[in-house]
């Protein structure tokens, strides 16, 4: 959710006479651009402005990911990509290392690499750390990502990553990530588009994950070696536009137990775009996708008011997926219960400088948070297959934020 500026187009269209479709596209264009170079918010294009992958799943629910689908895209133009690789111990400890790609309009380009670990005992804070990254690059086939200190490998089979990174001495991270389950995007192309010309997008929204994933490897930090041993999770987005025109709210799950996988991620957008409801998500085991598509629903089911702002922070949650397996079974799961005190609060907006953040707040209209849970409980996943009901309980990581 970084906030950039682009720069837009010099072109100018005057129009004669009633428009057309052609000159109607060419209007709606140049609003477009003149949102992204103000930062302001875009007009109403309406529902009909973007493309949802959804409509990919009425024939293609999914794709199972090959390697060509694990490459970097690195877009010359504004974007954000990023890899992320949610971590799950056995320890009870939970992680997150992730790299940023940004883009400003193709003439400013920065990546990070972050790093979180939370701790089970509910007392420790939160380890947190963010920092730039110098002279990045990717292998020729961009399927591999390096920069000074840092290095996210795919192995030569593309079934496993290793992540290193020596960026920030006092949080090392040394591990690898083999998924157990075939990744898999939405739909043909995984991608949902924006703008008022199908032919012609100007934005776009794409998730690749890895739903079930091993992990091997530490975090060493100045209190000690964190072992990650356990379960993992990763998800590959390309948010090919400014991410505050593409979603005003976003909604995410990540469930781990024995034998399930259960993941999604849901984005509202703007009421640019009809504040359409795009999700995406599956349902995962060892070797096999047990179904995956757009069918899905994520429902904060008790909310309570956050004194420091103005958002309805969720109390209490229902994730619901719908989908078929290969054969055609119908498969139906539900995951809900209580979140419980929030592992943390993150005001995206922080650490902008203060004349930056009064105008991206001001004139936007945009002030992001994220708020994170891990229940202490342990949330049970019911999932039916064909008539056949199984009931396994596990982990969930959840995220809720609101930008606008």
Known sequence: MTQDFDRGSSEVFILFK?????????????????????????????????????????VTPYTELGIEHLKWVAMESTCVETQTFYLLANSGHLGMVQVIYSNVAGI??????????????GKTPVLWSSDALENHGFDEQKLSFYADGCAVTLNEDGTSYTVKSATNEAIIVNMNISRTAPGFHVGKDGKSYFGTDPEHPWGSMRHGFW??????????????????KGRGFLSHALQGMKPHHAAAKWNFANFQSPTYSAIMMEFTTPPAYGSTVVNVGGIARDGEIICAGSDNVAQHTELKDDPDNDWPEPSAVKFLWSGKTKDDKAVKAELSGTLGKRLD??????????FIKTIVGGVVGTKPYIYQYSPPQRLALRINIDGNEQIEEGVLFSEATFIS
């Open 108 to 121: 400013h380009t920065t990546c990070q690499f972050n790093t979180k670990i939370f701790y089970p005992d």
């Open 345 to 354: 609060r993150i005001d995206v907006m922080a650490k902008v400088p203060g």
């Open 18 to 58: 009633t428009p057309d479709s052609f000159e109607l596209s060419k209007m709606n264009w140049i609003k477009q651009q003149v949102a992204n170079v103000a930062g302001t918010q875009e007009p109403i294009y309406g529902p009909a402005a973007i493309q949802s992958v959804a409509k990919q799943t009425e």
């Open 211 to 228: 739903p079930r994933c091993t992990v091997e490897g530490s975090i060493i930090t100045k209190a000690g070696e964190v072992d990650f």
